[in-house]
């Protein structure tokens, strides 16, 4: 084990090429610490993650041991995260002699309207501009629902986390497809071939003159160190992409007195693949997940897309959406409908359990006291006949009001195996298992179809509230059954 990390009172981040030292209170956000050294482009808008005039660029690893420049929200993320991490903000990307090619084109095609979400959406661009994949993109050229790509390779996707308030968005489109491919001599291209700096070992501690109370920061190098401090201290908030953490601390105020980031203990990262089960590191983002899986799970492949937004993606991970045990996260839905398994581990060991057993009330799991979710295991084979529908206002970056995670074997014309997991019908994500026990040994039709949608329509305890009725929420799962027979048989 290694040993542990010297506790001091500043960290130290790169932005813009420039070290800036971070002295103020753990629970302080990137956002807030950038203003506070004069970089006032990215501002603050929602506070939430939805808006995106916060965003930046952080040097991120990637798979290939190369650095990939990721576009992140600043009002979430802790700035003590950042320790020892470079970061690249609006004021960044111009050099000395002229204005970068994101900024130029959303000049002169007239993007920028009242200006004050623009930087947000220059450091989105930027980050899509610097994607290693764009050029292949490029050459193939594709639009589909998920991911479209304009000629030049440019997902517009990645800018589903960033709001116009002035309705600007076809000039906004209009400069992101201009864009060529950078130019040799670009320096921050030149930065994605090298390895993106590592994830030292933090202790941050301040005292707080002001309350008189202490708060402190760590990021342990190895799952073994973390675990020894999740025994010793059962209070420690954990935190991954704190995305949802994030919010809390912006709109309700909360405070935690010590914390402990997770997201880049190699333990917890990664894919793994076996005959049995293909395993998904904890602390692997959506994002990730979905660039290294590249559609080998589908159901994931077609429930990434729809989760938050690009932006909330490349910082939320698997185990943190999880851990929250929210009803109306949307991978618990998708992974019940994969008969999904979790890895809980403490300084005690390990132990596997099932997805449909780790929820037991509102917010409430199994998970003990020192435990982490270290990994998500997907039993094989998958299920040959999948989906994932996801009912909310808008179809991006959005909350679920209902969620439906469908997996379905049908052998000889009859179904043999049904899986439907559900979310924001119940206070836990759960199994419709009346439906699935009514699908099982019935033949594959639109009438066994309509039988088991009034099953479904019974499942759960949907409520009012005010993203749906529940009236709306039944009425969505009696007609997403249907709609999955539609989606099937059209696609044979």
Same mark, same amino acid.
């Given at each position: 084990?290694?040993?542990?990390?010297?506790?001091?009172?500043? @960290?130290q981040?790169?932005?813009? *090429?420039?070290?800036?030292?971070?002295?103020?209170?753990?629970?302080?956000?990137?956002?807030?610490?950038?203003?506070?050294?004069?970089l006032?482009?990215?501002?603050e808008?929602?506070?939430?993650?939805?808006? &995106?005039?916060?965003?930046?660029?952080? $040097?991120?690893?990637? $798979?290939?041991g190369?650095?990939?420049?990721?576009?992140?929200? *600043?009002?979430?993320?802790?700035?003590?995260?950042?320790?020892?991490?470079?970061?690249?903000?609006?004021?960044?990307?111009a050099?000395?002699?002229?204005?970068?090619?994101?900024?130029?084109?959303?000049?002169?095609?007239?993007g920028?309207? !009242?200006?004050? !979400?623009?930087?947000?959406?220059?450091?989105?661009?930027? =980050?899509?501009?610097?994607?290693? +994949?764009?050029?292949?993109?490029?050459?193939?050229?594709?639009?589909?629902?998920?991911?479209?790509?304009?000629?030049?390779?440019?997902?517009?996707?990645?800018l589903?986390?960033?709001?116009?308030?002035?309705?600007?968005?076809?000039?906004i489109?209009?400069?992101?497809?201009?864009?060529?491919?950078?130019?040799?001599?670009?320096?921050?291209?030149?930065?994605?071939?090298?390895?993106?700096?590592? *994830?030292?070992?933090?202790?941050?501690?301040?005292?707080?003159?002001?309350? &008189? /109370?202490?708060?402190?920061f760590?990021?342990p190098?190895t799952?073994?160190?973390?675990?020894?401090?999740?025994?010793?201290?059962?209070?420690?908030?954990?935190?991954?992409?704190?995305?949802?953490?994030?919010?809390?601390?912006?709109?309700?105020? =909360?405070?935690?007195? *010590?914390?402990?980031?997770?997201?880049?203990?190699? +333990?917890?990262?990664?894919?793994?693949?076996?005959?049995?089960?293909?395993?998904?590191?904890? @602390?692997?983002?959506?994002?990730?997940? /979905?660039r290294?899986?590249a559609?080998?799970?589908?159901?994931? &492949?077609?429930?990434?897309?729809?989760?938050?937004?690009?932006?909330?993606?490349?910082?939320a991970?698997?185990?943190?959406n999880? &851990?929250?045990?929210?009803?109306?996260?949307?991978?618990?839905?998708?992974?019940?409908?994969?008969?999904?398994?979790?890895?809980?581990?403490?300084?005690?060991?390990?132990?596997?359990? +099932?997805?449909? +057993?780790?929820?037991?009330?509102?917010?409430?799991?199994?998970?003990?006291?020192?435990?982490?979710?270290?990994?998500?295991?997907?039993?094989?084979?998958?299920?040959?006949?999948?989906?994932?529908?996801?009912?909310?206002?808008?179809?991006?970056?959005?909350?679920?009001?209902?969620?439906?995670?469908?997996a379905?074997?049908?052998?000889?014309?009859?179904?043999?195996?049904?899986r439907?997991?559900?979310?924001?019908?119940?206070?836990?994500?759960?199994?419709?298992?009346?439906?699935?026990?009514q699908?099982?040994?019935?033949?594959?039709?639109?009438?066994?179809?309509?039988?088991?949608?009034?099953?479904?329509?019974?499942?759960?305890?949907?409520?009012?509230?005010?993203?749906?009725?529940?009236?709306?929420?039944? @009425?969505?799962?009696?007609?997403?059954?249907?709609?999955?027979? $539609?989606?099937?048989?059209?696609?044979?």
């Amino acid at each position: 084990m290694s040993a542990p990390a010297t506790q001091r009172s500043t @960290a130290q981040v790169c932005v813009n *090429s420039d070290v800036h030292e971070f002295d103020g209170p753990p629970h302080t956000n990137a956002l807030d610490f950038l203003r506070g050294v004069g970089l006032t482009a990215a501002k603050e808008g929602c506070a939430e993650g939805e808006c &995106g005039a916060c965003a930046i660029m952080v $040097a991120r690893p990637d $798979a290939d041991g190369s650095t990939r420049w990721t576009s992140i929200n *600043s009002c979430l993320l802790p700035a003590a995260a950042l320790d020892g991490q470079e970061v690249i903000t609006a004021e960044g990307l111009a050099d000395d002699e002229s204005v970068h090619p994101v900024q130029e084109e959303m000049a002169v095609r007239g993007g920028s309207q !009242c200006g004050y !979400c623009t930087p947000g959406f220059i450091c989105s661009m930027a =980050a899509e501009y610097y994607r290693p +994949e764009r050029a292949d993109d490029a050459a193939e050229a594709t639009a589909d629902a998920d991911h479209h790509c304009g000629p030049n390779g440019f997902d517009i996707h990645s800018l589903s986390g960033n709001l116009c308030r002035c309705t600007g968005y076809r000039p906004i489109r209009d400069a992101a497809y201009a864009l060529g491919q950078p130019e040799p001599g670009d320096t921050i291209a030149a930065r994605t071939e090298k390895p993106a700096p590592a *994830s030292a070992s933090t202790d941050i501690y301040r005292p707080d003159t002001a309350t &008189g /109370e202490t708060g402190r920061f760590r990021r342990p190098s190895t799952l073994a160190e973390a675990l020894d401090i999740l025994a010793s201290e059962p209070e420690v908030l954990v935190v991954a992409g704190a995305t949802d953490w994030g919010v809390e601390v912006n709109i309700k105020g =909360a405070r935690a007195k *010590s914390m402990l980031a997770i997201d880049r203990l190699p +333990e917890l990262r990664g894919i793994r693949r076996t005959p049995e089960y293909i395993e998904l590191g904890a @602390a692997h983002t959506l994002s990730e997940l /979905e660039r290294e899986l590249a559609g080998s799970i589908p159901l994931l &492949g077609k429930l990434i897309p729809q989760f938050a937004s690009r932006l909330i993606r490349n910082a939320a991970t698997i185990g943190g959406n999880l &851990g929250t045990g929210s009803p109306i996260g949307d991978t618990p839905p998708a992974l019940l409908a994969l008969d999904a398994q979790l890895v809980l581990t403490s300084a005690m060991g390990s132990r596997v359990v +099932e997805l449909a +057993e780790y929820f037991t009330g509102y917010r409430q799991t199994v998970r003990e006291a020192g435990e982490l979710i270290t990994a998500i295991r997907i039993p094989l084979p998958l299920a040959p006949m999948t989906s994932f529908q996801k009912i909310a206002k808008r179809r991006f970056d959005d909350i679920s009001s209902v969620a439906i995670g469908y997996a379905v074997t049908v052998d000889d014309g009859i179904v043999t195996k049904a899986r439907l997991g559900l979310g924001g019908v119940a206070a836990t994500p759960l199994r419709a298992t009346a439906t699935e026990a009514q699908l099982e040994g019935s033949p594959w039709t639109l009438e066994t179809i309509h039988g088991a949608a009034e099953t479904l329509a019974a499942e759960g305890t949907p409520m009012d509230d005010h993203r749906a009725s529940a009236k709306y929420r039944t @009425a969505m799962l009696r007609s997403s059954l249907e709609r999955f027979y $539609a989606e099937q048989e059209a696609g044979r």
